[in-house]
């Protein structure tokens, strides 16, 4: 692993830890020597990320659409920026140039990073480590809502292990580091279960 995605909110959250979190990831990066791909913002914690993996001396790749750039949201001092044309490149090429994902606090839009990087693993797509960075228990509601879609019969037990969750970075990077693609094929198992 030398580069890792990281999903995150373009707002800082209504509690320090967060962007404490944020700051203390990005420094655990550069300290492992990865590279940080991200949305290429400069605001919330997605700017804190950056700044942080800067300040300790890492590199960083942002990936943002023209139109975020127009709003002058681009983060200046990135070691690479690229300036795409639309979300769905934008995620695309952040998939393509991570060798792993985390997701820290944020709203709709790492909800639906993180939900689609976890779907392309279930499909095979990739077989990248997928991890969740639980912050003061932030994902404990939806770390629920998973383990009712299991039990439900609508997640199939073994996908569950495609997400790695801890609450520091570096019990996570560990986690990650040591992350074995699950067993079989989801058509096969699909198939298996038809009535």
């Known amino acids: 692993m030398q580069s890792v995605c990281v999903f995150c909110g373009s707002s800082y959250g209504k509690r320090d830890v967060y962007r404490e979190t944020a700051q203390a990831l990005g420094h655990e990066l550069a300290r492992q020597q990865l590279t940080l791909v991200w949305g290429g913002g400069h605001v919330g914690l997605m700017g804190t990320i950056a700044d942080a993996v800067l ?4 590199e960083t790749v942002g990936v943002i659409p023209s139109f975020m750039v127009e709003k002058e949201l681009a983060h200046p001092d990135s070691t690479e920026l690229i300036e795409v044309d639309s979300m769905h490149t934008r995620k695309a090429l952040m998939a393509e140039r991570a060798d792993g994902f985390i997701a820290m606090p944020g709203g709709f839009g790492t909800a639906d990073e993180l939900f689609e990087i976890l779907t392309w693993a279930q499909l095979h797509i990739h077989k990248k480590p997928v ?22 019969g609508f997640i199939r037990p073994g996908h569950l292990d495609l997400l790695i969750v801890a609450d520091t970075p570096d019990t996570l990077l560990d986690a990650m580091r040591q992350h074995r693609e699950p067993e079989g094929d989801w058509a096969d198992k699909v198939n298996r279960a038809k009535p």
């Open 55 to 58: 300040d300790a001396g890492g």
């Open 131 to 152: 991890g969740l960075l639980n912050v003061a228990g932030f994902f404990d509601p939806l770390l629920a809502w998973i383990r009712h879609a299991e039990a439900e």
